[in-house]
């Protein structure tokens, strides 16, 4: 099944995804027992981000060819950050490219864990169970931000440096799909999704030791790699049997262009 | 004005703080206009965190003393960072030490501006006004862990780590107010709260050249000062005018002793 948010009259309401049109639903189904309340075709759907996170957990050096890449030690844990709500913007929606930044504007490509129950101390079977359904997440980055700042706080966090979309996966093995990056239709790169140093499920089973996830929790599983972007390209994230979640890029101030 | 949240019968409500009661409303203050739906004594009153915040923004080093005494460089602009809404807990709640610490477990007093408004570019005078009451928060934290660690997970956001109350207070100059910690009555340090190297309104201002800031996001303003804790200990945090924050300490598994 597939579950999204969209924008209706002003509004974020829940939706079960069809082939050509949208069930609009009464309450989240990720941890409520919604109705269908109404229908949109999906052709016009207005995607939000598909979950708006009680915490927006994220993972940074997860996959050994950015590791080396980066020249980095290989984790021997896992370790988790975080991420802010307000960056967060849906499928279609623009990534907006402050005036401010200079130097490599990059897009990074990460399979997204949705959590469906409240768990703590959870076993690996209990982690895998605790998983409602998968996402696509973009990790955008200013890079002279983020090596000029202590924090996070503008390189990843600025509005709209989180597209996520355009929905969530409930049923797809998502560890043995394929993440493919796209810009204006060209192939930047394409990697196997599960070919993590810690899996989801390491990383729930780690966290939960020491606290408790609830459901709309997300978990931004790193990317392998990464490429530029600038305003006027459109921005593809393919990860096979989830779907694809698409943004333009636009200059701050040139919004409407 | 002083607003809080409580839990009645397993759910969060809404409250305004008198002298001998607090009365229930129908819906948030930061944001809504709430009747008054019903009325409980204070003495009995089961005090939630005042709000979730949509994001949990928190700053690290802004007091000169703690500066100093960190020997690390003074900040030369506001630069803030996250903790996570899993580690929020109430007024009178416990907060648990995990059997794993080992090393100094200590509390951090701090002064927290909670947002009434949503803004971006906000001018000085737009960033006082957005302020819709201020709290206090204890950003415990376990120093073995934030030393290990790549990133605060554990250190700083186990359950429980957040204690953040008792409630909201609108009419006050909280930064001309004394933060005053004590430890089984013992007061441990005592400082004036407005002693910072950059102000909320200065964070708000440089936050929102890039981010947008929302109604019920919280920032809390560092702390000057730290001190041990341990199972058994209650800690209690004033600022003058906004209330006391008071909190036992307790070991891990050993919750209901």
């Not at 305003?231 to 994230?237: L, Q, S």
């Amino acid at each position: 099944m597939r579950y999204a948010r969209l924008s209706v009259g002003g509004r974020g309401v829940w939706g079960r995804v069809g082939e050509t049109d949208v069930e609009l639903l009464s309450e989240s189904p990720v941890d409520g027992r919604p109705d269908v309340i109404g229908t949109v075709p999906r052709a016009t759907a207005d995607w939000l981000p598909p979950v708006v996170p009680p915490v927006f957990y994220a993972v940074g050096m997860n996959y050994p060819r950015h590791i080396a890449h980066a020249g980095v030690p290989v984790p021997d844990r896992p370790e988790v950050g975080y991420r802010a709500n307000n960056a967060l913007t849906g499928h279609g929606s623009p990534i907006v490219k402050p005036q401010e930044v200079e130097g490599r504007f990059e897009a990074e490509p990460e399979l997204v864990a949705v959590i469906g129950r409240t768990l703590k101390h959870a076993t690996r079977d209990e982690a895998r169970d605790s998983v409602f359904g998968w996402t696509i997440g973009n990790d955008v980055s200013a890079r002279t931000w983020q090596h000029q700042d202590r924090t996070f706080w503008r390189s990843k966090n600025s509005d709209t440096f989180k597209p996520m979309g355009p929905w969530i996966e409930t049923d797809v093995d998502a560890l043995a799909a394929t993440t493919t990056l796209r810009v204006n239709g060209e192939t930047k790169a394409s990697f196997a999704t599960g070919d993590m140093v810690f899996d989801p499920f390491d990383f729930i089973v780690e966290m939960t030791r020491h606290l408790t996830l609830h459901p709309g929790d997300v978990l931004w599983m790193g990317a392998e790699t990464t490429c530029r972007i600038e305003p006027g390209d459109t921005v593809d994230i393919e990860i096979s049997g989830i779907g694809v979640l698409s943004n333009p890029v636009l200059l701050e101030g040139k919004e409407q262009a």
